[in-house]
């Protein structure tokens, strides 16, 4: 199990590039945060896209380390996610909990809060595929 | 309607950093590129939020415009998107086009190529509210 | 509102037809039963159909209610159902919460649990928008 | 390969229930109607979830036929589905078609028209996974 410090420090490019700033890291619980200011779209308000990812790179963390446990990865197969709300300004985070950690497919929601405001701004769904690694 | 230059004028943030470029901008079609470079997963594969975002993008791009005819504006209000694909390099592209344009609701479809492969490796859908703007 | 009697007895044509009976109708939960026998697919397993019909008559009649406080109607826009389990004999219990009432928009979330298992078998969400009737 | 007979003759419980009639069965297409009169909801507008019903029943007998040629079943795994209109009586028509078949998940699309005024009423998309049979 990846501890924050690892979660933050194994971290790809789109997360770096968004801002995310992992703050829990555990079996039934991924914790992250997003800037606003950066990750905006034409007029001014957060991109539904950035929310999208925020959701999927939590989920996928989530569901890799629940996998890695029986030696598995996983794949991405379907995001479903409903806007609520948006924002212009401050930092939004996502707490990623599962739904459904099955042997061959998992399902994980995340749920995307404005800090400042206090208001569920998104809340979304990814379907993953658990595999077998290629030997 | 805005050309495709004035398109990539008024891009936004997000779009501006995950390198999305307009190629073309049509009442039913809006279509662009976006490297995968830049835009992975920690694992080196193109980030399915990234795929999101450029989803979010089109689909809002081609409502925000069928929307003003009428003096309207747009509000995302759910994404739904399916991995088929994946990759490590090269440059997707993404091409929305309008499933039902209506006075209260639109539906758009972005599917997203791997241009070098010419395989599909994203279909998404947004659903949008079409409202007045607030005088 | 309506209680559970009234419920029942407003059901419309499909509702009857699947076997759907109401247990509970608030303002924070809409709860109704559905047999898995008769709403079947051809391998005998419960029909994905027959869940997403439970998930769309509990939340739209729940999204119903919490509109009709205002005087408004409802309409669903969207459907976004996860299959996480199955069943060939027995009962399902649908529950159904709100997690966004707006004035323009709602989100209500349905999880169905095979009662006799005791397992959640799906969880959907529908995408309601919000309308003044027409007068 | 089933045809459209056989397909008839096969159906299950749900499927015999809403009246739906298999009108072409092949690789790239399954198309089936659905009467509006029995599936309707408390006000008299065909039920969402009979519109789900008819994609899931679609999609999955598509899905199942493509799975066999290798030997494989499949299982639901997702369903989104969009409603862009309704109606109150007359019937209608889903044509299914495949957007991806691979060896460990299919997606598969589903367009429901309304036969007589030719309106789109809804599109729905299902997630599938394909998998090796118990032996």
């Not at 420090?9 to 770096?16: A, K, M, N, P």
């Given at each position: 199990m990846l501890d924050v410090e690892q979660a933050q420090?194994?971290?790809?490019?789109?997360?770096?590039k968004l801002g995310i700033i992992y703050e829990?890291?555990?079996r039934s619980r991924v914790v992250a945060t997003m800037p606003v200011e950066g990750n905006r779209q034409p007029y001014g308000f957060l991109h539904g896209g950035a929310i999208c990812s925020l959701v999927e790179e939590l989920a996928s963390f989530g569901a890799a380390m629940a996998a890695a446990q029986d030696g598995k990865i996983v794949m991405g197969l379907h995001q479903s996610s409903n806007f609520l709300g948006t924002s212009t300004s401050g930092t939004v985070r996502g707490v990623a909990a599962p739904i459904h950690v099955g042997s061959t497919t998992q399902l994980w929601q995340v749920d995307v809060t404005h800090i400042e405001s206090g208001k569920l701004i998104a809340s979304g769904r990814?379907?993953?595929a658990v595999r077998s690694p290629r030997t």
């Open positions: 420090l194994q971290q790809g490019e789109l997360g770096f829990e890291v555990s990814v379907t993953i």
